[in-house]
């Protein structure tokens, strides 16, 4: 018998996903749940794009592509980011295609992070940075940001935690799971802080196009002085709505993307071909059914927060993604329990905010990428669970 | 005006105004101002339900009637128009370029019974040169509202 356990890697073994697992697997299992569980758009991707995908096919376009993807789809990149931010990035240097953001973010921490690195994480935050800081031998810094400060960083928590081992800040914004975001001068006053370091940035700008309110995103390297040290990452899966395609790409100084373009070619040789016409479509055509989705996620935003606050939780207002996360601490629960019993009792799936960090505890994660009946089914069903609760004599 | 306008056509227009105060962050009695507005300006001219028929036992049959006509002397096709959509049978009636000027859309409950209408009220209108039936065999899509069953979603239950 071979022990598995003493020959694999020690330092995978041991990463999560941990007990949080188990309610995920209840959750799909249960009947009739309804569920604000998940990280995708509801909307299918818009037809032109998928049209521009079998048309491919039927082309015969079923290759590789070159390492770091179709050259026409990084000038789309660079066109897109020219056009709304007034951007520079070269095609040939500065981008990189690749396996949905997730793959981006994995490969910009594998290369620049040396064993012992610190690597920045605001938290709560998606559950993906840790563990790749983790398996490229670096040592995961967390941030706490808190709700009233909007889940925002601010420059005076970013300046206590940077050390002379600090090699990378992570910028989570729009932020999953809070639907938190960064003005301008929130960003400024973070740049201010990194200035004259070495310190490197992630931005991960996947939400980047989903952002409500007056003032649009700005992507972190659009910040005086930040091109040269960022990696912005960004990709199709939620402005196009195309999260099963697998495409995400990364926008960098030219050292970084070609090293990032090494590691990408061993591990995954070129990103599906397929997926990159479909998104060459979507950045030439889809700009304004970008938009048409954004306005609907807003409805809902609005719909959902007010849902939250009129059943008496504690809810600040989101500005970005596709998320709301109110606070669950009036109940007494912890938010494993309220969500496990939630479950049991409503069959309303939610995620636990400590599934995306400690300092999640006390918040639930609900997305409202779900149409508007979905949305009012949930809430009623919630509403009724947290006033029977509140009766029992929760704090 | 315009956003309730445009919630109004994404729900069927059967969705509560408080909702729709929600849905734009501002109060109910300030939709019901504008929706009022909008409705004394005819610029929401009704409110329709979109029926599959096919799925009842009632029987529809519905036609599109192309019609050529000799515009009026100052007129115009306003005139035949008038008297053509004043016929309940009469769904829609659009002006159209191209080949043909009037396009009707009419609902009976036979073919009989649209052809009839036809022979008998449309053809004989003095400024009606020549019409052609084409009778509806199935509906996709109406409305922009798809009439095959909704997809279900199949997304996981919980993604992070």
Same mark, same amino acid.
């Given at each position: 018998?071979?022990? @598995?356990?003493?020959?694999?890697?020690?330092?995978?073994?041991?990463?999560?996903?941990?007990?949080?697992?188990?309610?995920?697997?209840?959750? !799909?299992?249960?009947?009739?749940?309804? /569920?604000?569980?998940?990280?995708?758009?509801?909307?299918?991707?818009?037809?032109?794009?998928?049209?521009?995908?079998?048309?491919?096919?039927?082309?015969?376009?079923?290759?590789?592509?070159?390492?770091?993807?179709?050259?026409?789809?990084?000038?789309?990149?660079?066109?897109?980011?020219? =056009?709304?931010?007034?951007?520079?990035?070269?095609?040939?240097?500065?981008?990189?295609?690749?396996?949905?953001?997730?793959?981006?973010?994995?490969?910009?921490?594998?290369?620049?992070?040396?064993?012992?690195?610190?690597?920045?994480?605001?938290?709560?935050?998606?559950?993906?940075?840790?563990?790749?800081?983790?398996?490229?031998?670096?040592?995961?810094?967390?941030?706490?940001?808190?709700?009233?400060?909007?889940?925002?960083?601010?420059?005076?928590?970013?300046?206590?935690?940077?050390?002379?081992?600090?090699?990378?800040?992570?910028?989570?914004?729009?932020?999953? $799971?809070?639907?938190?975001?960064?003005?301008?001068?929130?960003?400024?006053?973070?740049?201010?802080?990194?200035?004259?370091?070495?310190?490197?940035?992630?931005?991960?700008?996947?939400?980047?196009?989903?952002?409500?309110?007056?003032?649009?995103?700005?992507?972190?390297? %659009?910040?005086?002085?930040?091109?040269?040290?960022?990696?912005?990452?960004?990709?199709?899966?939620?402005?196009?709505?195309?999260?099963?395609?697998?495409?995400?790409?990364?926008?960098?100084?030219?050292?970084?993307?070609?090293?990032?373009?090494?590691?990408?070619? @061993?591990?995954?040789?070129?990103? $599906?071909?397929?997926?990159?016409? !479909? !998104?060459?479509?979507?950045?030439?055509?889809?700009?304004?059914?970008?938009?048409?989705?954004?306005?609907?996620?807003?409805?809902?935003?609005?719909?959902?927060?007010?849902?939250?606050?009129?059943?008496?939780?504690?809810?600040?207002?989101?500005?970005?993604?596709?998320?709301?996360?109110? /606070?669950?601490?009036?109940?007494?629960?912890? /938010?494993?329990?309220?969500?496990?019993?939630?479950?049991?009792?409503?069959?309303?799936?939610?995620?636990?905010?400590?599934?995306?960090?400690?300092?999640?505890?006390?918040?639930?994660?609900?997305?409202?990428?779900?149409?508007?009946?979905?949305?009012?089914? !949930?809430?009623?069903?919630?509403?009724?669970?947290?006033?029977?609760?509140?009766?029992?004599?929760?704090? | 005006?315009?956003?309730?306008?445009?919630?109004?056509?994404?729900?069927?227009?059967?969705? /509560?105004?408080? =909702?729709?105060?929600?849905?734009?962050?501002?109060?109910?009695?300030?939709?019901?101002?504008?929706?009022?507005?909008?409705?004394?300006?005819?610029?929401?001219?009704?409110?329709?339900?979109?029926?599959?028929?096919?799925?009842? +036992?009632?029987?529809?049959?519905?036609?599109?009637?192309?019609?050529?006509?000799?515009?009026? =002397?100052?007129?115009?096709? +306003?005139?035949?128009?008038?008297?053509?959509?004043?016929?309940?049978?009469?769904?829609?009636?659009?002006?159209?370029?191209?080949?043909?000027?009037?396009?009707?859309?009419?609902?009976?409950?036979?073919?009989?019974?649209?052809?009839?209408?036809?022979?008998?009220?449309?053809?004989?209108?003095?400024?009606?040169?020549?019409?052609?039936?084409?009778?509806?065999?199935?509906?996709?899509?109406?409305?922009?509202?798809?009439?095959?069953?909704?997809? %279900?979603?199949?997304?996981?239950?919980?993604?992070?």
């Amino acid at each position: 018998m071979i022990d @598995y356990e003493k020959l694999v890697s020690p330092v995978v073994n041991n990463l999560p996903p941990s007990g949080i697992r188990r309610f995920f697997d209840m959750a !799909a299992e249960m009947e009739d749940t309804i /569920s604000l569980g998940v990280g995708e758009p509801d909307f299918v991707t818009p037809w032109t794009i998928r049209e521009a995908g079998i048309y491919s096919l039927e082309c015969g376009q079923t290759y590789y592509t070159a390492n770091a993807g179709l050259l026409p789809l990084r000038q789309e990149i660079c066109n897109y980011y020219k =056009r709304h931010y007034d951007l520079d990035y070269n095609a040939k240097d500065n981008v990189l295609v690749t396996v949905g953001g997730s793959e981006a973010i994995d490969l910009m921490i594998r290369c620049v992070v040396n064993e012992g690195d610190e690597v920045l994480i605001p938290e709560p935050c998606f559950v993906c940075y840790k563990p790749c800081t983790v398996m490229a031998g670096g040592v995961p810094v967390s941030i706490e940001t808190k709700e009233e400060d909007n889940f925002r960083l601010l420059p005076e928590q970013l300046k206590a935690k940077i050390t002379d081992k600090t090699k990378l800040l992570i910028l989570p914004y729009p932020n999953n $799971p809070t639907g938190g975001v960064m003005s301008k001068a929130d960003l400024e006053a973070i740049a201010e802080v990194l200035k004259g370091t070495d310190i490197l940035v992630l931005s991960d700008e996947i939400y980047g196009e989903l952002r409500y309110g007056d003032e649009g995103h700005t992507p972190f390297s %659009k910040i005086d002085d930040m091109w040269e040290r960022t990696v912005v990452v960004n990709g199709f899966s939620k402005a196009y709505a195309m999260t099963g395609w697998r495409l995400g790409y990364a926008l960098g100084p030219k050292k970084i993307i070609k090293l990032m373009t090494k590691v990408h070619q @061993y591990g995954i040789m070129s990103s $599906p071909t397929t997926s990159q016409f !479909a !998104a060459i479509e979507a950045l030439k055509t889809c700009d304004d059914e970008i938009k048409k989705m954004c306005s609907e996620y807003n409805y809902r935003r609005r719909y959902i927060v007010d849902g939250f606050r009129e059943m008496g939780l504690s809810c600040f207002e989101p500005l970005g993604a596709f998320y709301v996360f109110p /606070s669950i601490k009036s109940t007494g629960m912890t /938010s494993e329990e309220f969500c496990q019993k939630l479950l049991e009792e409503e069959h309303v799936a939610v995620v636990p905010g400590t599934a995306f960090g400690e300092s999640g505890e006390g918040f639930i994660r609900c997305s409202y990428a779900y149409s508007i009946e979905n949305i009012q089914e !949930a809430l009623k069903r919630i509403e009724k669970f947290v006033s029977r609760h509140k009766d029992k004599g929760g704090k | 005006m315009n956003e309730i306008l445009k919630i109004l056509d994404n729900e069927n227009g059967k969705v /509560s105004r408080t =909702r729709i105060a929600q849905m734009l962050g501002i109060d109910k009695s300030e939709v019901d101002e504008k929706i009022e507005e909008l409705e004394k300006q005819h610029i929401i001219v009704g409110y329709k339900t979109i029926v599959n028929w096919e799925k009842t +036992d009632r029987e529809v049959v519905d036609a599109l009637i192309e019609l050529k006509i000799t515009p009026q =002397r100052g007129e115009g096709f +306003d005139k035949v128009a008038r008297r053509i959509y004043k016929y309940p049978q009469v769904k829609s009636l659009f002006l159209m370029s191209g080949a043909y000027d009037l396009a009707v859309m009419i609902e009976g409950k036979t073919m009989r019974e649209v052809a009839l209408f036809v022979a008998q009220k449309l053809a004989p209108m003095e400024s009606i040169m020549s019409t052609a039936t084409h009778f509806v065999l199935k509906k996709y899509k109406e409305e922009g509202i798809v009439f095959e069953d909704d997809e %279900k979603d199949t997304r996981q239950v919980i993604t992070l």
